[in-house]
Structures are given as structure tokens and as C-alpha cells.
T-cell receptor, first 113, second 112 residues
Framework: EAGVAQSPRYKIIEKRQSVAFWCNPISGHATLYWYQQILGQGPKLLIQFQNNGVVDDSQLPKDRFSAERLKGVDSTLKIQPAKLEDSAVYLC???????????FGQGTRLTVV | GQQLNQSPQSMFIQEGEDVSMNCTSSSIFNTWLWYKQDPGEGPVLLIALYKAGELTSNGRLTAQFGITRKDSFLNISASIPSDVGIYFCAGPLGEGRRALTFGSGTRLQVQP
């Protein structure tokens, strides 16, 4: 069974530029999450989708971050404009509906210079 | 959200030794998950626990759901070099929520 796919693996941008990340969850997983992992810390939730609806975006910095999952499968996370403190690994995860067991992709390492 | 405290922060052991690490919360959890993260990779789920007192094994790994529901333990027996990595505990962000909050991790190094 294919795992969670993310792209790109790495991205370097200048501050104030915009960037987008893509995620394809495990087939059949209705729930999709985006997490931010700053170096030396555990992942922190940004947003949770159930199918194509947002379940939890309370920790998403909405002035610069946005995410969508239009058809209930793939998802994109966008940052516009980026700040230096956005440098982190952005992890996508998915799970079956109703379970907490989340499976993670390899992540996208973002460096903002 | 819930705060998780992991200890120790890091461990350096010899191959073949047993390892124990733990995670505590100020709030009651109904689910505990343990993940391992290798450099440049996403976290990989090792063990999931759903009941207080539950003891679950996955090969050389054993995890326990504390009776108080505020802690969990992960043990690794007979460590090998590929056990190197960062181990995270995780639990629900809040009551009725499926999204996870993570501890800060225990970094394990194994000397061959």
C-alpha cells in the first residue's frame, strides 16, 4: 500500500515570497492533517480536514497560511508571504475516519532566507 | 491544548542494552501513540494504546498506558544500531479531538 506522498522534498525561498506544498494521502483515508515541525521540536498541528471540509484550523496562522482539499483527496498548503520563522518541516499525515492513528509523509523542508 | 513532557531528552547507550523512556501529561488521555522519526523522514507509528493499564508489544518494543491515564512508557529491549532516532509520544489535542499533540522527543543514540 502506498504511503502518504508529499512534494517537494525541499524548498528554499526568500522572505515575503510565496510557497505551496502538495500532499496525497493514503487511499481511503478520509482525514488529512498538516503539521509544522520546527527543528528540535515535535510536530504541531496546523489544520485538519475530514474529506473536503475543515475540522480544525484553530492553530493555523490564517493571515499567511491557507490550505485546501477541494476534492477530498489531495491537499495543498500555501504560505504567502513567508517569514523567516516559517522555516520548518511541513508534514502531511492521514488517517481513517474516527481513528487517531495518523500516518505521515516524508515532509517538505522549507528554508526561508 | 494538552502538553506532553518526555524524558529523558536524549540517551546514549551501548548496543544490546535495554532502553526506557516515558511521557507525562497534566491531563487525562484516552489514547497514547508512540512514533519514531529518522533524520529527513516523517514520524513512523510504532505502537498505539487505547486502554489504561494496557501493555502492547511490537517486536523488541513494549509500550504501556499508565493506570492514571496521565503517562505512558516505551521500552526497547536489546537495542541495535538501527534503533537510533527520535522517539515521540503523542495523544489527542483535546477531548473529542483526533488531531495529535506531540512531546518534544527522546533522542536515542546507540553505540555499536
Amino acid at each position: 500500500e502506498a504511503g502518504v506522498a508529499q512534494s517537494p522534498r525541499y524548498k528554499i525561498i526568500e522572505k515575503r515570497q510565496s510557497v505551496a506544498f502538495w500532499c496525497n494521502p493514503i487511499s481511503g483515508h478520509a482525514t488529512l492533517y498538516w503539521y509544522q515541525q520546527i527543528l528540535g521540536q515535535g510536530p504541531k498541528l496546523l489544520i485538519q480536514f475530514q474529506n473536503n471540509g475543515v475540522v480544525d484550523d484553530s492553530q493555523l496562522p490564517k493571515d499567511r497560511f491557507s490550505a485546501e482539499r477541494l476534492k477530498g483527496v489531495d491537499s495543498t498548503l500555501k504560505i504567502q508571504p513567508a517569514k523567516l520563522e516559517d522555516s520548518a518541516v511541513y508534514l502531511c499525515a492521514s488517517s481513517l475516519a474516527g481513528t487517531a492513528e495518523a500516518f505521515f509523509g516524508q515532509g517538505t523542508r522549507l528554508t526561508v532566507v | 491544548g494538552q502538553q506532553l513532557n518526555q524524558s529523558p531528552q536524549s540517551m546514549f547507550i551501548q548496543e544490546g542494552e535495554d532502553v526506557s523512556m516515558n511521557c507525562t501529561s497534566s491531563s487525562i488521555f484516552n489514547t497514547w501513540l508512540w512514533y519514531k522519526q529518522d533524520p529527513g523522514e516523517g514520524p513512523v507509528l510504532l505502537i498505539a494504546l487505547y486502554k489504561a493499564g494496557e501493555l502492547t508489544s511490537n517486536g523488541r518494543l513494549t509500550a504501556q498506558f499508565g493506570i492514571t491515564r496521565k503517562d505512558s512508557f516505551l521500552n526497547i529491549s536489546a537495542s541495535i544500531p538501527s534503533d537510533v532516532g527520535i522517539y515521540f509520544c503523542a495523544g489527542p489535542l483535546g477531548e473529542g479531538r483526533r488531531a495529535l499533540t506531540f512531546g518534544s522527543g527522546t533522542r536515542l543514540q546507540v553505540q555499536p
